[in-house]
C-alpha cells in the first residue's frame, strides 16, 4: 500500500539518542535527523498476537498515518510558529516498512540504554528533520574549518508558575533529589534553569559550568555529529574538547571554560533574526500581560527574540500551574491527542490573532463551558513542551580575520577567534492529556524526597 512512499535508511546512519516517546537516528550522509516513534513492549504471547493484529488494522487503515500527520501538522503550524521558524526547522512525515524498523531494532539492540528497552519502535511512524548538529547548507562569505560543533542542552523548566512558587526548590533541583534515590544519577546536579533563564551573566555562566561539570541528560556535545562528551565521560574529554575548539593548547582549562561559558551565553542571549518580528495580533490579551510580566518579573530578564526567551514565552503559557489544570481535567475521559486536531481548528478560524491569545482564550472560560470544553487544558500542555525541549548551539570557526561581518548576526567572537553560529530548537512534539495526571504524581515524590533530604540535613 506504502510500498512507493517507502523511506530508505542510509547504511551510515547513526544511533543519536532517545527520549521517552522517540529514538532519535542521525543520516549524516543527509544531514537529517530521522525520529522514529516507539510503543511498549509485549510481555506475553497474547499480548503480542493482539498488537501484531492491532498494528495491521492501524496501519492499514490509515489512522499511524493519520496520526503522524497530525502531529507533524502541529508542529508546523503551532509549535513552530510560536517559538520561531530560525529557531525551529521544517519536518517531513515518512514511511518505514515493518522490515526496515525489525532490522534496525536488532541493530540498536546494543546501543539502547537497558532502561529504555521496555519500549520498542512503533512499525510506520517517522518523521524526517533537519540535523542540527550541522550548519545550514548556505554561503558563507569567509572560510571555514572543516570541523563542526555543536552543544546539545535541555534547559528545562525556567518558568515557575505563580502558584508553585513556595514550593522550597524549583522542579528540576528537586527532581534531582528522585533521580538519586533511584540510582539514576551518582551524584547531585549543581545546574538550575532558573540560573540560566535569568539573563544575568554570573548565573549564566555557573548555570552552563555546572552542566560541564555534571551533565547528566542535560548537557551533549559532538563534533562533526559524533558525540564526544556526555554524562557518561571524564571532566577530561571535555577539556581536549576546548583545546580542539579555541585551537589553543597554552591557556588553562578554568580560562577556557569560562570563554566556552561567555560563548555559550552569548548564543543564548542574541536574537539571531535577520528581520525583526512585529506583533500584529487584533486582541493583543495575552500579548499585553506577557509582556508586563516579563518586564516586572526578574525572573525573565531576558533579550527579545534570544531563544531563551521564545522558549520561556511558551513556558508562561502556564499561568495557573499544575493543581489547577489537574482540577479542570477531574474525571474527563479524554482522548491524549484530540485536543490537538481541536486546537488547529480554532487557529485557522482566527487568523489576525496571535497564537498566544487564542490559547488563552481557549483556556479562560466559565465554569459551565469548561465541561464541554477540551481546550481548556491546552495552556498547559503547550508549556509542557517548551518545558521539556532540547536547543543546540552548532559553530564553525572563521579561518580568516573578519573586519567585515557582512551584516551576519550569526557571527560570535570570541578572545580565541570567531565563529560562524547556528542555534535549533526540537522535541516539539505534543504532548498526551496525561501529562497532567503524570506531572502531579512527579511533584509529590519530588515534594516528598526534597522534604527527606531536607530533613536528614536537619539531623546531621
Not at 114 to 137: E, I, M
Not at 308 to 319: A, H, K, N, T
Request: net charge positive.
Amino acid at each position: 500500500m506504502f510500498a512507493s512512499n517507502e523511506f530508505k535508511i542510509p547504511s551510515n546512519w547513526v544511533y543519536r539518542g532517545e527520549g521517552n516517546c522517540n529514538v532519535v537516528i542521525s543520516l549524516p550522509s543527509e544531514r537529517k535527523i530521522l525520529r522514529i516513534r516507539k510503543i511498549k513492549k509485549t510481555t506475553s504471547l497474547f499480548g503480542w498476537i493482539l498488537n501484531w493484529i492491532t498494528d495491521i488494522l492501524y496501519w492499514y487503515c490509515g489512522s499511524g498515518l493519520d496520526d503522524e500527520l497530525r502531529d507533524l501538522t502541529f508542529y508546523k503550524k503551532i509549535i513552530r510558529a510560536l517559538i520561531g521558524s530560525n529557531f525551529v526547522c521544517d519536518a517531513e512525515q515518512v514511511f518505514l516498512s515493518r522490515k526496515q524498523v525489525k532490522i534496525l531494532e536488532e541493530e540498536l539492540a546494543h546501543q539502547r540504554p537497558n532502561y529504555r528497552k521496555t519500549k520498542s519502535l512503533q512499525y510506520g511512524r517517522a518523521a524526517l528533520f533537519d540535523d542540527y548538529a550541522f550548519l545550514p547548507d548556505e554561503f558563507y562569505p569567509f572560510l571555514l574549518s572543516n570541523n563542526t560543533y555543536s552543544v546539545e542542552i535541555k534547559p528545562k523548566q525556567g518558568w515557575v508558575p505563580f502558584s508553585e512558587r513556595h514550593f522550597p526548590k524549583c522542579a528540576f533541583c528537586m527532581n534531582q533529589y528522585v533521580k538519586h534515590n533511584k540510582g539514576q544519577i551518582q551524584s547531585l546536579s549543581s545546574y538550575c534553569p532558573s540560573d540560566l533563564f535569568s539573563g544575568e551573566p554570573t548565573k549564566m555562566i555557573r548555570a552552563v559550568q555546572a552542566l560541564v561539570t555534571n551533565p547528566q541528560n542535560n548537557l551533549k556535545i559532538f563534533k562533526n555529529g559524533q558525540l564526544q562528551y556526555s554524562e557518561d565521560c571524564e571532566v577530561g574529554l571535555f577539556a581536549s574538547f576546548l583545546t580542539d575548539i579555541f585551537r589553543n593548547n597554552v591557556e588553562t582549562f578554568e580560562n577556557l571554560l569560562l570563554e566556552f561559558c561567555h560563548f555559550v551565553r552569548t548564543c543564548l542571549l542574541t536574537n539571531f533574526e535577520s528581520i525583526e518580528r512585529t506583533n500584529r495580533c487584533n486582541m493583543k490579551l495575552f500579548c499585553e500581560w506577557n509582556n508586563i510580566i516579563q518586564e516586572s518579573s526578574a525572573q525573565t530578564k531576558l533579550p527579545k527574540g534570544c531563544v531563551l526567551e521564545r522558549i520561556l514565552s511558551v513556558q508562561m503559557l502556564d499561568v495557573e500551574g499544575n493543581q489547577y489544570y489537574y482540577k479542570l481535567l477531574g474525571n474527563k475521559k479524554l482522548g491524549e491527542y484530540d485536543y490537538v486536531r481541536e486546537l488547529l481548528k480554532e487557529v485557522s478560524k482566527r487568523p489576525g490573532t496571535c497564537l498566544k491569545c487564542i490559547i488563552m482564550m481557549l483556556g479562560n472560560v466559565d465554569e459551565r463551558q469548561m465541561k464541554e470544553n477540551n481546550l481548556v487544558l491546552v495552556p498547559y500542555l503547550m508549556s509542557a513542551i517548551a518545558k521539556d525541549c532540547s536547543l543546540m548551539i552548532t559553530f564553525k570557526r572563521i579561518m580568516e580575520t573578519t573586519s567585515d561581518n557582512f551584516g551576519m548576526k550569526n557571527i560570535v567572537s570570541t578572545k580565541y577567534g570567531d565563529f560562524i553560529v547556528n542555534v535549533g530548537v526540537f522535541d516539539l512534539y505534543p504532548k498526551p492529556v496525561s501529562t497532567i495526571l503524570k506531572h502531579k504524581k512527579k511533584i509529590k515524590r519530588m515534594l516528598d524526597a526534597t522534604a527527606k533530604c531536607e530533613q536528614k540535613t536537619v539531623v546531621t
